[in-house]
Structures are given as C-alpha cells and as structure tokens.
C-alpha cells in the first residue's frame, strides 16, 4: 500500500466491512435461537464474501501494476458482490429488527422510486459496466493511479456499483419491483459481452496515459476476460436455480388445480349416484294433480319421498274422498251415516 491518507480509507472500509460481517453472523444468531430457520450457507457466503473484498483491499496481490489492478479489480467489484448478496443481507435484517420506525424506514428505502430505477438491470448495467468502460477507455485510471486517495475511492465505487449491478439481476431480496427473469438473463448476457469486449481491448490497448508494460497489460486483461467469465458464470447458475424453482412451484400450483373439485356441480342421478350416497330431501311434500279415472272419483294424488329410496323411486298415496252412500233408514228412524 501507498504512505499517506489512503491506508486511512482503506482501513475505514476494511473495519466498516469486518462490523458488518459481525453484525450479519449475529442475526442470524439471534434468528436461530428466536426459533426461526436460516440456512447456514448463507453465513458462510457472506463470511467468504467479505473475506474476498478486504483481501481486494487491503491484501497482497501478485502481479506486476496492471495484473495487480485486474485482481482487485476482480475481487473488489465481481466476485465479492456475488458472494454478499447471494447471502441476502437485507432479508435477514428485515427478518431480525423489531417491528417499529427503524424497519418501517429501511423498508420505505427499500421501495422506493429511486431505489426501484437505481435496482432496473439495465440502469445497474450502465452503472457498473459503463463506469468500467469510462475508467480504462479515458485516462482517468492514469489520473488515480498516482493519487493514493483517489485510487482507494476508485476500488470503494468499483465495490458500490459491483454490489448494485449483482443485486438488481439476482433480485433475491425484497425490493419495489423484482424484474422478469428474462430481463435479467437478457441484461446479464450483454453486460457480460460488454465486459469482455473490454477486456480484449485493453489487451490490444492500454488505457490512454499510461506505459504499463506489454506483457503485464496482457496478462492483466486475460484476468480480467476469464475471470469476468467466471462470475459471470455463477450469475447465469443462480438464475437457471431461480427458473428452475419458478418453474416447479408454478406446475405444483396446477396439479392443485387439477385436482380440487369443482364446486357448484350439479347433482347427479340415482343412476349416477355412488353407493353410500344420500340423495337430497325435499322441505315440502310435492302435489301433483294426476288424471281423473273412474275409480278415483274426485281424487288427487300426492307424492311424499322415501328418506332412502332416490327421487325417481317414490312411494305415492292416493288419497280418495270417500263416496255419498245412500241413505237408509233404520229401526229408530235414524239415517245412517
């Protein structure tokens, strides 16, 4: 590292990410014996995550200028983001503070418009990849290079825009909108082609105002081309898992849907009717006026139900008026009746 106030930054960062880590291994201590689950990977993502950014920072790197710069450049601002957010820090934070201000604040950030353009893959892209592009293709890298402050700003940006352009396209914590997959797949294969299109340039050409030597420009940009393509690799793996998943829970919702009966059916016939089936009572008696016949004279029928026996199988009675008989007389001079 360089004398002067840039240790200082770096060490503010390096302390900064080291708390954080802390904090994130405590949460999800206080989440376990809360009694609520949280895998256990997920600490060892963001653990190795921050591991690689301080090692980014602060550590040895071989190489000679621009192979060095490469690395860091590697693990300040591509493979340490995957790491971090992969662990999804802000959903164990959700999931840990309290009800109250302090949630209600972080979840209004959260769902914010600014946030939700800032979270747009394409709009995370340009960020990220342009401002790669804005660095190696002008001479602001011969600008920092020599400028111990300006240079460990530089690496605190590249770790900025790098934790934005992996959060917008892996989408696994709770945000205002989370984009399609394919938006996503969509704005990660271009971004990946804009990267090692980069790559291959600086491989021809250095960054304008500076004399870093041919083999050492080389060597750096063929890290920065492979390496690109590695983590751009483990994007598109955590994705196809995301697909993979979306894709599983949406066929389980349909077999649901299968196979729930259908309700509001009609019922069906005693013929239809499965054994054991009780067929549906009337509240009320119907009557039904049948056909005069000569020995039902004036009568009328009435139609009462089984209980056991199916609409089309009834029992009728037929209930008659009995006749006028003649009148007769007796020996007290009565009429019979």
């Not at 602060?58 to 192979?67: D, I, K, N, Q, S």
């Not at 662990?87 to 769902?111: D, E, F, K, S, Y």
């Not at 600014?114 to 602001?140: M, N, Q, S």
Request: with cysteine; glycine share 10%; charged share 15%.
């Amino acid at each position: 590292m360089t004398a002067g106030p840039a240790p200082a930054v770096v060490a503010a960062a390096v302390l900064a990410i080291g708390l954080a880590c802390a904090a994130y291994l405590g949460a999800a201590a206080v989440l376990r014996r809360r009694g609520d689950a949280w895998p256990w990977h997920r600490d060892c993502l963001f653990a190795a995550g921050c591991a690689v950014v301080v090692h980014g920072l602060w550590g040895p790197v071989p190489g000679g200028p621009f192979t060095a710069h490469s690395v860091r450049h590697l693990l300040i601002g591509m493979g340490g983001p995957v790491l971090l957010v992969a662990a999804r820090p802000l959903t164990l934070t959700l999931r840990t503070l309290p009800p109250g201000g302090v949630r209600r604040g972080l979840l209004r950030i959260a769902h914010s418009a600014p946030a939700g353009w800032l979270l747009f893959p394409p709009v995370a892209a340009v960020v990220d990849i342009g401002g790669l592009w804005a660095l190696y293709r002008t001479e602001l890298l011969a600008a920092v290079h020599h400028r111990p402050v300006l240079g460990a700003l530089l690496d605190l940006h590249m770790l900025a825009a790098g934790l934005l352009f992996t959060f917008a396209v892996l989408s696994l914590d709770p945000v205002r909108r989370r984009w399609s997959l394919a938006s996503r797949a969509a704005t990660l294969l271009l971004a990946g082609a804009a990267h090692a299109v980069l790559a291959k340039s600086l491989y021809a050409t250095g960054p304008p105002g500076t004399s870093f030597g041919t083999s050492d420009l080389r060597l750096g940009a063929q890290v920065m081309y492979y390496g690109g393509d590695a983590v751009e690799v483990a994007l598109a793996v955590v994705l196809a898992v995301q697909w993979y998943a979306a894709v599983g829970r949406a066929r389980v919702r349909t077999e649901r849907g299968v196979r729930r009966p259908r309700t509001g059916r009609p019922a069906r016939t005693g013929e239809e009717r499965a054994p054991g089936d009780r067929p549906e009572e009337p509240l009320r008696a119907s009557r039904t006026q049948p056909p005069r016949t000569g020995n039902t004279p004036g009568g009328y029928a009435v139609t009462f139900p089984h209980r056991h026996e199916s609409p089309t199988q009834t029992q009728t009675q037929t209930q008659t008026q009995p006749p006028k008989r003649p009148s007769e007389p007796n020996g007290d001079g009565d009429r019979w009746r």
